[in-house]
């Protein structure tokens, strides 16, 4: 499976409610001092999740739902990081890598500056791009949704030869 593009683009968009007694995890990164965590079948990993959609979108392979939707037991309680793995493994059998990804995240608490780094370098492991490669903005919502954390996903996908 290949397309004749060079280039592919995808777009990604995760939300979750949430929730007491949730740990909140964003690109693979628990985030201390959290009072409240995503309220999900899975870990709920937003960021993650994102990219998996993103990435999945670039290729025009649909989006997590129908892969691991979330109305089967085995995906309870499941590490997002297997769900981007999969993704990763169908981007590779179509012949492209993510070159780039930018993401916005949406939270009013706790306050993400402190884990830039982290988080970035997280999801440079993750999808096996330099830091340099990983863009990452945090805004609130100014009030206006303060139950809730929302992440959106670009990414630059390349075709790679064998």
Known sequence: MTSPLPYRVGYGED???????RALILGGVP????????VAHSDGDAVLHAVADAL???????????YFPDTAAENAGLDSARILAHTLGL???????PVNVA??????RPKLGALRSDIAR??????????????????????????????????LLARVEG
């Open 103 to 108: 993401l916005v995240v949406t939270l009013d």
């Open 122 to 155: 997280s999801l440079s492991a993750l999808l096996n791009l330099p830091e340099t490669e990983v863009g990452l903005s945090f805004k609130t919502s100014e009030g206006l949704a303060p139950d809730h954390v929302q992440v959106r996903a670009t990414v």
């Open 56 to 66: 999945l979108s670039g290729l025009a392979l649909g989006d997590i739902g129908q």
């Open 31 to 38: 985030i201390p001092h959290a009072e409240r965590g995503a």
């Open 91 to 97: 981007v590779r059998e179509w012949q492209y890598a």
């Open 15 to 21: 939300a979750h409610r949430l929730g007491e007694g």
